[in-house]
C-alpha cells in the first residue's frame, strides 16, 4: 500500500469513497455533492488529503483541517476524517494514514493533531491510544448547531 498526498487528478475517484464514508455516519448518497466538497477543499487550500492506494485503487484516505491556539500562538492540525473502505479494513491502511498525517504536522511545526471519534468506535479508539494519542478528559466539547 502507497500513502500519498492527494492531487486534483484523485477528487473523482476519491469522492466516491467520500460518499461511502458519508453514508457509513447516515447520510443519503449523493456523489455530486461529495465531489464539490473535496474540489472546493483543494482548490481553497482548505484541507490537506492523503488518500492510500492499492493496485492503483483509493482504499482510504485522511483529511487534515488547519487550526489555530491563540493561547500557544501556534497551529495544530484538525483530524476530521479517516476512512478505509471495509473491504481493505485490518491490512494497516489507518495507521498508515494516520503516520503520514503526524510526520506531515511535525514537518509544519504543528504543535499537536486533535480528533475526536464516537464513544462507542472502540477499534479507533485502541488505534489512536497504541499510537500515541491521548484522550482529553479535562475538556468537555459542546456544539452549536446553526443548521
Do not use: W
Amino acid at each position: 500500500m502507497i500513502v500519498r498526498r492527494a492531487t486534483e487528478a484523485d477528487l473523482h475517484p476519491l469522492a466516491v469513497l467520500f460518499d461511502e464514508y458519508r453514508q457509513f455516519y447516515g447520510t443519503s448518497s449523493n456523489l455530486d455533492i461529495s465531489y464539490k466538497f473535496l474540489k472546493q477543499r483543494f482548490e481553497n487550500n482548505e484541507s490537506v488529503i492523503f488518500i492510500c492506494l492499492k493496485d492503483d485503487v483509493i482504499t482510504g484516505f485522511i483529511l487534515l483541517y488547519l487550526g489555530f491556539s491563540s493561547v500557544a500562538c501556534s497551529t495544530y492540525y484538525i483530524l476530521d476524517d479517516v476512512y478505509v473502505s471495509p473491504v481493505y479494513r485490518r491490512q494497516g491502511s489507518a495507521k498508515q494514514l494516520i503516520d503520514t498525517a503526524v510526520l506531515f504536522a511535525q514537518h509544519e511545526g504543528a504543535l499537536r493533531i486533535s480528533l475526536e471519534t464516537q464513544k462507542n468506535n472502540y477499534h479507533s479508539h485502541q488505534l489512536y491510544e497504541s499510537m500515541g494519542f491521548i484522550k482529553d478528559d479535562e475538556f468537555q466539547t459542546y456544539h452549536y448547531f446553526i443548521r
